[in-house]
């Protein structure tokens, strides 16, 4: 029981330092991600027990360009999503994973947003391949293999590709019993 235990407290003190240590690298990147994506203003990420790490929540604050501090509950809804897509981008930019799926992020976004939105996934690119959904034209404008459902004249579902090389179009290869 007491080997049990020694090695539970050890565990607690591992996580408790890869935590705060993940924690500090993502809060740090956090603060760049905000002002990137809202053209200004300032965000930070904070404990809301720091004397207790394995217990403890994380709060965000927010300043956007021309506004008060605030907390994510008090923001638009646009604010709240580039709020939102600044944590993904700087939990990705730490801890890069080799895929993302985003599903219709986008919509609350207003074109000036939805640029530097798309900006920063650009610059992601090289280290994280995104699978978006979405109806936004500024977000497919950076894409480069485009998968789509369409209706058909004889109203069924018709599935279509599109791979983008540069400017020109060219048809995707689409293997449907994949």
């Known amino acids: 029981m007491a080997s049990l235990q020694e090695i539970i407290a050890q ?3 591992v996580m408790e330092r890869e935590f705060l240590a993940t924690f500090k690298a993502i809060a740090g990147k956090f603060k760049d991600e905000f002002s990137t994506l809202f053209g200004g203003g300032a965000a930070k990420l904070v404990l809301s027990d720091p ?4 217990t403890t929540g994380i709060e965000i604050i927010a300043r956007p360009p021309g506004k008060r501090e605030q907390g994510l509950a008090l923001l638009s809804g646009g604010e709240r999503t580039l709020t939102a897509a600044a944590l993904i981008f700087s939990i990705l930019k730490t801890r890069p994973t ?4 985003l599903d219709e992020v986008d919509a609350a976004l207003d074109e000036a947003n939805v640029s530097r939105f798309r900006d920063a996934l650009k610059s992601l690119a090289a280290q994280t391949q995104f699978i978006l959904i979405t109806h936004n034209r500024g977000t497919i404008e950076a894409a480069d293999t485009i998968y789509g459902v369409s209706m058909g004249a004889d109203h069924t579902s018709t599935t279509l590709s599109l791979k983008l090389d540069g400017h020109e179009l060219v048809p995707a290869v689409f293997d449907e019993a994949s």
């Open 98 to 101: 080799p895929f993302c799926v």
């Open 11 to 13: 565990l607690d003190h």
């Open 51 to 54: 004397e207790s790490p394995n």
